[in-house]
């Protein structure tokens, strides 16, 4: 198992006491902790936590040539993607004429961690969706962790796509001992400002824990897709992309919904179109679980039994994550509850893209029959680190903007403080701030007697002023 996992004999089998005894241990004890539980989870012996550049060009050399040639061009799409996000960020002014000027600049964190998983399979994809953003918004310095069995080196591809990605520091840990390192700082982890990327049940709940002494993207679920399709034509592309979702984890949730007047027929063609798949597709075991969970959630999520009943047509059965919505303000109504980290559109590209438009809740919107999930997830230039759980409807995916602060200046002048001081100690007042009152009264003053701003209490004041 990567990183930390279940508890052994004699461990405490509690998921949340456990992490907070990782993470209490790393906090008091630093390196020594990171080793101890590093080794106990993951095998790491001796061998140092960071990797050598002699070590990250040996791996790199393993790499396929056709997958490094591939990860190129993803890479080169997600960065002319990252740069349109950034020139759209741009600073502002507003001048009240007056004679004040408020300031918004977008600043970047300094420090960027990156946690990487390695568990059912190696992920270099995220290594370029979060450190390329990361690097066009002018963060100083990205680390990536990544877990490792026995002190050996992590997949060659993710080593070639931190090269690419611009990453200047490997280390070979796992886990939630990873995370804490990275939030706390230790002897050889450095502390970061900003810690981005998925991670298992372990990460996620030391990212829930350590946040506030450092900043998350947002606490990753399992993955999530919606299909909402016009007619059984799509329904083959439908089952398609529940399929892949399904493969990440058993704990996946993976939707479909029909709509319009063919609903029933296109979701009786969804559901036909799984079981004639499922036999044989790879990881069928992880699949299977996957659309048996999810087709026991479908009901409560859509508020009944998510196959018949008022404005319902009959879907694919109790067996299959697939519903017939045939009102098209229905099934829109579904999306915006769900609000799924994947939502794909399968209709013609003019009803697709009217249906896009009226989405307000959902991570990433794949948009007609040409726009499968696996384009975000590689090399379309849309990133794949994005909401879960329903967070869409507040929360928005990984870009430019996860590693940028928003600064707030306000340059006031002699001129412009009749402007808003009236109501500023009018509202402080009612506030029951008199301090804050007096600090915007005593410039009205010093302005009333063409003394400077900065001066001291003139001779005989008390420091209140005039009444």
Known sequence: MSGAGPA?????????????????????????????????LDGLGEAPFELSEEERARGEREAPPEAVAALELAASRI????????????????????????RFRWLPVERVGLYVPGGRASYPSTVLMAAIPARVAGVGSCFLTTPVRGGGLPDPLVLVAARLAGVERVFRLGGAQAVAALALGTESVPRVDLLVGPGNAWVTEAKRQLYGEVGLDGLAGPSEVLVL??????????????????????????FALATGARAGEAAAAVARALAGRLPSVPRREVVAAA?????????RLLGGDGASGPGRAPGGGPDWPVAALPAEEEALGAVARIAPEHL???????????????????GAVFVGPWAPVAAGDYSAGTDHILPTGGTARWASGLGVHTFLRLRQEFAGSPQGLPAWAGAAVRLA??????NHARSVE??????????????????????RGAA
Do not use: F, K, T, Y
Request: glycine fraction near 12%; proline fraction near 4%.
């Open 79 to 102: 960065e002319a993607a990252a740069r349109a996000q950034r020139r759209a960020l741009r600073d502002a002014a507003w001048a009240d004429g007056a004679g004040n000027l408020c």
């Open 442 to 463: 005593v410039r009205l003053e010093r302005l009333a007697g063409g003394g400077p701003a900065g001066g001291g209490a003139r001779s005989g004041d008390d420091g």
């Open 429 to 434: 007042r009612a506030e029951g701030l008199e």
């Open 229 to 254: 399709l016009a007619g059984p034509e799509q329904a083959e592309l439908a089952a398609l992309e529940l399929l892949a979702q399904a493969e990440h984890d058993p704990a996946a949730r993976v």
């Open 344 to 362: 794909v559109l399968l209709a013609e590209e003019g009803l697709a893209q009217a249906w896009a438009e009226r989405v307000r809740a959902a």
């Open 291 to 299: 659309l048996r969970g999810s087709a026991a959630e479908l009901p």
């Open 8 to 40: 052994r004999a004699g461990e405490p089998l509690d998921l949340r006491a456990s992490v907070a005894r990782i993470v209490a241990e790393v906090r008091a004890e630093g390196d020594a902790a990171v080793r101890r539980w590093a080794d106990r």
